[in-house]
């Protein structure tokens, strides 16, 4: 479990293909980091394998290379990178899960004095978890949502933000994994669920 409060940056070492995975290393100096610990990358939960040093490495099964931007990373590439929460954890963000639900692309950007405007486009039929003031998570970041249109989501970016995390440089046409709000999913199965239990117990 994370907060989508971003730590810190990392760089992409390595992405090695495997037949049915890829092994992926980061170099990055995480304080407190051991062999099995969680850290999402890019929003992105994986695990820890091998004691780590200045640099992590992690196994992505390719269902998660399917689902998320994790494939497309090269040596170089920067990635954003939460520790997992401990029950002592300031809950900054919202509850961010890791698991991503689907690749979104950023269609514009306005920059201002102050702030960035982002406007992203997420899968069809993820919007329908969005919702205005609400919270999403892109690439593993923690996300007020500024409004939404269709599949358009637009967040406002603070200085901060542009400055500790990948979003300072995401250009229009790049791509970003998209976890939405936990609850808002949950909800949704717990209706659907009733409803059919309501419409069991109907008599003909």
């Not at 933000?161 to 609850?183: I, P, Q, Y």
């Amino acid at each position: 479990m994370f907060t989508g409060i971003v730590e810190s940056l990392g760089a992409v070492v390595m992405l090695e293909r495997l037949p049915d995975a890829a092994r992926l290393t980061i170099g990055a100096s995480l304080d407190g980091l051991h062999a099995g610990d969680s850290v999402a990358v890019n929003g992105v939960c994986l695990t820890v394998v091998g004691e780590p040093g200045e640099q992590f490495t992690a196994d992505v099964m390719n269902e998660t290379l399917r689902r998320s931007t994790l494939g497309e990373l090269s040596p170089g590439d920067a990635v954003n990178l939460e520790q997992a929460v401990t029950p002592t954890t300031r809950l900054g963000g919202h509850i961010v899960q890791g698991h991503v639900d689907g690749v979104g692309r950023v269609v514009a950007r306005c920059p201002s004095e102050h702030w960035d405007d982002v406007d992203i486009e997420i899968p069809a039929g993820l919007s329908r978890y969005v919702v205005e003031k609400g919270s999403i998570a892109f690439d593993g970041v923690s996300l007020t949502v500024a409004g939404i249109a269709d599949d358009t989501v637009r967040v406002s970016l603070i200085p901060e933000t542009l400055r500790r995390t990948t979003f300072g440089k995401r250009e229009v046409g790049s791509a970003v994994n998209v976890e939405v709000d936990l609850f808002a999913k949950h909800i949704e199965r717990l209706l659907a669920a009733n409803r059919a239990a309501d419409q069991g117990t109907q008599t003909p």
